[in-house]
């Protein structure tokens, strides 16, 4: 017999499946919470608020 092609929702499906067997449910509700937040929160906690004073100097250079 000839094997039927998966839909995109069947392959998401049996994606967040694996992903939910190797990282757990933790996993899902930190990338949830990362979701939730304003805009930058996520990128000033990771990389600082110098982060932010460079980019905006390269910006202002041209």
């Known amino acids: 017999m000839a094997e039927r092609k998966m839909s995109r929702s069947e392959a ?5 499946q694996t ?3 190797k990282y757990g449910k ?3 509700q930190q990338i949830g919470q ?3 937040r304003k805009g930058g ?4 906690e990771r990389y ?4 932010f ?8 250079l041209k």
């Not at 600082?48 to 982060?51: D, E, L, N, P």
């Not at 004073?53 to 202002?60: A, H, L, M, V």
């Open 41 to 44: 929160q996520t990128t000033k």
């Open 26 to 28: 933790e996993f899902y």
């Open 53 to 60: 004073q460079d980019i905006g100097r390269k910006g202002g």
């Open 12 to 16: 998401g499906r049996k994606g967040g």
């Open 19 to 21: 992903t939910l067997k």
């Open 48 to 51: 600082g608020t110098k982060f």
């Open 34 to 36: 990362k979701g939730g």
